[in-house]
């Protein structure tokens, strides 16, 4: 039988160039409060750092345990399924919903699934090129005129709202959907990249579009969660175009 | 026609004797982020302090408009229904339930009512003398190994989650039961004085049981959620009472 604990261990949190230690700290603490356990930094600005031991209060076992990478692609190794967190609208992007309603859908994707959850800069956050790995992204509804929430306690929140919903989701009697186990983000990155060179071998990429051109098919394939057949298929589809060329 | 932002102006955040000025900036951003404003602060250490207005960060008018008091009772003068939020379960207390079901449930007293959310001292939480004046305790779930949750994380979560609750509130059609004015505050500890001192008079008080039967007394009266003529009946009743000694 499926545990809050066994559940919760499915997620990691990623905290992408964060330039203040104490954030990592406070991060360190608040998920460890909500019984998540696994951070993963991207490039920290400072770590390890006194500041972020001393805030971190009794979860120092998080930062020790904590894995230090040095690219966004490498702390999503093993990871089938990404949320970014972010405030801003975009433009031609993944879903945005509320972190309620992500939190209400995310627990059975977790039962097969690595999950990750994304935070970008403090001040700048997510940038486009983190946004790209995210299947979906997910907001918390702030007041408009002051929307500024510390890392940390967008951290959790988020941790917060997923540890909430775990009780419903193990709790009730209905009938659960599980959906099948996705691609490791490895072998989506993969196939977007032989992709692009296929597109770019039969001369489909324009130089000034290209970037463009790329976010659409990324978000067209991440809406669809794809399982490992169907990268497959996909790939042996480039391939033979790859050999007529 | 209610509104979100009117709604959340019902609420008063107070901080009792917190000991790190740090911990009132960081709280005084947070519940700006969510669409609060009003903090008071009861016997802070050190306030106002530079850590405190640097962690505030855009939320200086938070704490330019904050009131400081000397005791919890003057922090609680106009409020109508107060909420502590305390981890630790206690013997013959108030109901205390999740955070989320406060939040679904606080709204509609919200419309009539002033409410008080109450939060302790960092090390210790709320004391005894601090809980008996408040009609309901709420917790935030979290991990049974490690549920040391920072102040300002703490009034982060209780803050979203009620502003949560305001969309579905007020964006629903079904018919809203609003519950009557409750009695202020004062009104109402001024009652349990009164009552305190007949049962003093009439010799019904022991030393060693007195505060226990008051904490009773207290608890079966903030149940019902006295309204003015409720209160102005028992307190003649009282004053009937002394008039016969």
Same mark, same amino acid.
């Given at each position: 039988?499926?545990?809050?604990?066994?559940?919760?261990?499915?997620?990691?949190?990623?905290? $992408?160039?964060? =330039?203040?230690? @104490?954030?990592? @700290?406070?991060?360190?603490?608040?998920?460890? +409060?909500?019984?998540?356990?696994?951070? &993963?930094?991207?490039?920290?600005?400072?770590?390890?750092?006194?500041?972020?031991? =001393? *805030?971190?209060?009794?979860?120092?076992? %998080?930062?020790?345990?904590?894995?230090? %990478?040095?690219?966004?692609?490498?702390?999503?190794?093993?990871?089938?399924? +990404?949320?970014?967190?972010?405030?801003?609208?975009?433009?031609?992007?993944?879903?945005?919903?509320?972190?309620?309603?992500?939190? +209400?859908?995310?627990?059975?994707?977790?039962?097969?699934?690595? %999950?990750?959850?994304?935070?970008?800069?403090?001040?700048? @956050?997510?940038?486009?090129?983190?946004?790209?790995?995210?299947?979906?992204?997910?907001?918390?509804?702030?007041?408009?005129? &002051?929307?500024?929430?510390?890392?940390?306690?967008?951290?959790?929140?988020? $941790?917060?709202?997923?540890?909430?919903?775990?009780?419903? &989701?193990?709790?009730?009697?209905?009938?659960?959907?599980?959906?099948?186990? &996705?691609?490791?983000? /490895?072998?989506?990155?993969?196939?977007?990249?032989?992709?692009?060179? %296929?597109?770019?071998?039969?001369?489909? *990429?324009?130089?000034?579009?290209?970037?463009?051109?790329?976010?659409?098919?990324?978000?067209?394939? /991440?809406?669809?969660? *794809?399982?490992?057949?169907?990268? /497959?298929? *996909?790939?042996?589809?480039? =391939?033979?175009?790859?050999?007529?060329?």
């Amino acid at each position: 039988m499926q545990t809050k604990s066994n559940l919760l261990k499915k997620f990691r949190i990623i905290l $992408c160039r964060t =330039s203040h230690p @104490g954030n990592i @700290g406070s991060s360190a603490r608040a998920l460890k +409060t909500m019984g998540f356990s696994r951070l &993963y930094l991207v490039k920290p600005n400072n770590f390890p750092s006194a500041e972020a031991s =001393s *805030l971190a209060s009794g979860a120092d076992d %998080v930062l020790r345990d904590a894995i230090v %990478v040095e690219s966004l692609e490498d702390a999503l190794i093993g990871v089938n399924f +990404t949320i970014g967190f972010t405030a801003r609208k975009r433009e031609l992007t993944q879903p945005h919903e509320n972190i309620r309603l992500t939190a +209400t859908n995310i627990l059975p994707v977790a039962e097969k699934n690595e %999950v990750a959850l994304l935070f970008g800069n403090e001040k700048n @956050g997510l940038s486009n090129d983190e946004i790209k790995h995210c299947q979906k992204l997910s907001f918390i509804d702030a007041n408009k005129d &002051y929307s500024s929430l510390n890392l940390s306690q967008a951290v959790q929140i988020v $941790c917060h709202e997923i540890r909430m919903m775990t009780d419903l &989701y193990l709790h009730n009697d209905i009938t659960k959907v599980i959906p099948a186990k &996705y691609v490791s983000h /490895n072998v989506l990155n993969s196939f977007f990249d032989h992709l692009e060179s %296929v597109l770019d071998q039969i001369g489909f *990429l324009k130089k000034i579009q290209a970037e463009r051109l790329m976010q659409r098919l990324r978000l067209l394939f /991440n809406r669809s969660n *794809l399982d490992k057949d169907e990268v /497959n298929i *996909l790939r042996g589809i480039l =391939s033979e175009i790859q050999k007529k060329l």
